[in-house]
């Protein structure tokens, strides 16, 4: 049985058609982040921001560290483990972050209720509170230790505090530093030895 090319050729559109309609459908989506605007006294560590969504919050930063920042996810990230939120914030390439960035799990925990209390023996530099609207992520300038007491102030859409996940930037090893400055030199010499032929 034959089959014209006409045919042939609706049945070659349809078939590639329905291929893009299917993995545009697949394909994930990024959260898209805003960063939001806190006000900080840094001599007491009080701070407080209203998202755009409506939702409220204050922290307290004991002790206060300057240069933090906040990031907010207006939306369920769906799988809270840490490596889906190691993933997830690290693509909001918010605060110097982006996939490539290496950073590395400090602290993670299980919260409760509109205040909760985050107390670390290691320094981080960002943290991810989740909450029932949506995710948050401070970022401070400098690692910190500080207790870190955040409240939902409940007065948009948003729910409850329910995890935080803390991440520190990778910090080169001194053998990193040790290997580059070998091949800096190994590179040096072969170009010296270059220059004399």
Request: proline share 4%.
């Amino acid at each position: 049985m034959k089959i014209s090319k006409t045919i042939a050729a609706h049945i070659i559109i349809f078939s590639v058609g329905l291929l893009v309609a299917l993995r545009a459908q697949a394909a994930p989506t990024t959260p898209t982040w805003t960063v939001e605007t806190i006000i900080v006294n840094n001599q007491t560590g009080l701070g407080s921001f209203t998202a755009a969504d409506g939702n409220a919050f204050s922290f307290t930063d004991t002790p206060s560290t300057p240069g933090l920042k906040v990031g907010y996810y207006n939306g369920n990230l769906g799988d809270n483990s840490q490596s889906a939120i190691l993933t997830d914030i690290k693509n909001s390439n918010l605060f110097g972050l982006s996939p490539t960035k290496s950073l590395t799990g400090i602290g993670l925990g299980d919260i409760s209720g509109s205040t909760a209390t985050i107390i670390s023996t290691a320094a981080y530099d960002y943290l991810a509170v989740h909450v029932g609207g949506g995710e948050l992520l401070f970022n401070w300038s400098t690692p910190t230790k500080s207790n870190f007491v955040i409240t939902s102030n409940g007065s948009g859409s948003g729910g409850g505090l329910s995890n935080y996940r803390s991440f520190v930037s990778a910090v080169p090893e001194p053998e990193t530093y040790a290997m580059l400055l070998g091949g800096l030199g190994l590179i040096g010499v072969i170009v010296r030895r270059r220059k004399s032929l």
